[in-house]
């Protein structure tokens, strides 16, 4: 069974500086999708960024950036230039596709990050 | 931006009486789902929902649970006979099916307490 585990209950950054989140996942797949959600107080799930399992590039959305290692099945998050506005749970996940179905999401357990001004 | 609206944003309810949980996709998604999140639990896939039936659900969804698609919009989720333990914040969420990767978009969630 596909798992996603988050190693860091709680994170904290100083506003401006750069924080890494962890993430690790297990799935005998080859076929599938990585992505970090954000939760902010306000409740709703925000998608951060997402990384095809094909693709060897790391995903990059202005300040938040992944490192992507396959064969490691590690999908680490990095906030460079941390603001305020980024304090919130952050929710690793992961995807699987079959026959051009939609899998469901499988999330990790999620890492508080609170960002210091 | 579209946006995935649910409401209420909190349900009460008493233990055994039936809810329902309502979702607004957005409006060209054609895969629909609920999650779930137990409080300082992890979120929880309960099921999909595609071409008006589930395509897909977790062990969680038993039978006291339902969804439907009444109109062009709406999406709901119905617990027949609430339990204690159902008490969670329900997200919907809804994605514009392709055959490459296609994110979900969640709504704020509907905070469920069963007393």
């Known amino acids: 069974a596909q798992t996603v585990t988050q190693s860091q209950p709680e994170m904290s950054v100083q506003e401006a500086e750069t924080v890494t989140l962890s993430c690790t996942y297990d799935t005998s797949e080859s076929d599938y999708y990585l992505f970090w959600y954000k939760q902010p107080p306000s409740r709703q799930m925000i998608l951060v960024i997402r990384?095809?399992?094909?693709?060897?590039q790391n995903a990059t959305e202005n300040r938040f950036s992944v490192n992507f290692q396959k064969a490691a099945k590690s999908f680490s998050l990095k906030i460079s230039d941390s603001q305020l506005g980024d304090a919130a749970m952050y929710f690793c996940?992961?995807?699987?596709?079959?026959?051009?179905?939609?899998?469901?999401?499988?999330f990790g357990k999620g890492t508080k990050l609170s960002v210091k001004p | 931006e579209p946006e995935v609206t649910q409401t209420p944003s909190h349900q009460v309810t008493q233990m055994g009486q039936e809810v329902i949980l309502r979702c607004v996709p957005i409006s060209n998604h054609l895969y629909f789902y609920w999650y779930r999140q137990i409080l300082g639990q992890k979120v929880e896939f309960l099921v999909s929902?595609?071409?008006?039936?589930?395509?897909?659900k977790s062990e969680i969804f038993d039978d006291q649970f339902s969804v439907e698609r009444p109109d062009g919009s709406n999406f709901t989720l119905k617990i027949r006979s609430t339990k204690l333990e159902d008490s969670a914040m329900y997200f919907c969420?809804?994605?514009?099916?392709?055959?490459?990767?296609?994110?979900?978009?969640f709504g704020n969630g509907t905070r469920l307490t069963v007393t």
């Open positions: 996940a992961y995807r699987y596709d079959y026959g051009g179905s939609q899998g469901n999401l499988i």
């Open positions: 990384q095809e399992a094909y693709k060897q």
């Open positions: 969420a809804s994605s514009e099916w392709r055959a490459d990767n296609s994110p979900l978009h």
């Open positions: 929902f595609y071409n008006n039936e589930i395509s897909e």
